[in-house]
């Protein structure tokens, strides 16, 4: 199983972006698909999840400002930012959970994809 992330870059500061995150192999579901981020020299926290029925959580500092959403016959996450802020550059990472029906389920992370905004 592979989850490529894309959709990182430079923006100035109240500008946009989305995120996209692609699950391949051999899935037999996934569960919860999300993001993390971490900035330089900090520890690694959450930013958005989405379950396969579709109920979501935000962390506290992108509510009203990102959207997670999720397209289960293409095993792909999606996080539509909006007034992005320059705390917000990080490295976004793409997490699902994932059953593969063999191995059970279990964690598995993206590459991630590299957010910088600008003042």
């Known amino acids: 199983v592979q989850l490529q992330a894309s959709g990182g870059g430079l923006v100035q500061a109240g500008g946009s972006l989305r995120l996209s995150c692609a699950a391949s192999g051999s899935i037999f579901s996934i569960n919860v698909m999300g993001w993390y981020r971490q900035a330089p020299g900090k520890l690694r926290e959450l930013v958005a999840i989405?379950?396969?029925?579709?109920?979501?959580n935000y962390a506290d500092f992108v509510k009203g400002r990102f959207t997670i959403s999720r397209d289960n016959a293409k095993n792909t996450v999606y996080l539509q930012m909006n007034s992005l802020r320059p705390e917000d550059t990080a490295v976004y990472l793409c997490?699902?959970?994932?059953?593969?029906?063999?191995?059970?389920?279990?964690?598995?992370w993206g590459k991630g994809t590299l957010v910088t905004v600008s003042s």
């Open positions: 989405i379950r396969s029925a579709g109920s979501t």
């Open positions: 997490y699902a959970h994932i059953s593969t029906g063999v191995t059970g389920s279990m964690d598995y």
